[in-house]
């Protein structure tokens, strides 16, 4: 739900809030502090979610989830490197190992 923004929150919670364990609460920043949904409706919030996505422009939404796809590249290209730099040394090494016993 953090990849949503609050105004998506605030609106099924106003809309919906069966959905909610607690009911909405917010913050001094006037921010939605951490909540919980019903397991039986968490499915209900995600169709929920996705058709605000749909029916607003990506720019009002995208943000928190440019950061996040941001982070999962990053980690994924320094995995990358670092099984590039594992496989370099083994056959660098490998490839010694043979000529000696040549």
């Given amino acids: 739900e953090g990849l949503f923004p609050d105004d998506f929150i605030s609106d099924a ?4 809030p069966s959905w909610f364990i607690g009911g909405k609460s917010v913050d001094a920043d006037d921010v939605i502090e951490p909540f919980k949904v019903q397991d039986n409706k968490k499915t209900n919030l995600l169709n929920f979610f996705l058709e605000k996505c749909r029916v ?3 720019c ?4 928190r989830w ?3 796809f941001n982070v999962i590249d990053s980690a ?3 995995k990358s490197e670092s099984i590039t730099n594992k496989k370099r040394t083994e056959d660098t090494s490998g490839n010694t190992s043979a000529h000696q016993a040549a």
Avoid at 13 to 16: I, L, N
Avoid at 60 to 63: L, M, P, Q
Wanted: hydrophobic fraction near 35%; aromatic fraction near 6%; charge should be negative.
């Fill in 13 to 16: 919670m106003e809309t919906h």
């Fill in 56 to 58: 607003q422009p990506i």
């Fill in 60 to 63: 009002g939404w995208i943000s």
């Fill in 66 to 68: 440019e950061k996040v």
């Fill in 76 to 78: 994924l290209r320094d």
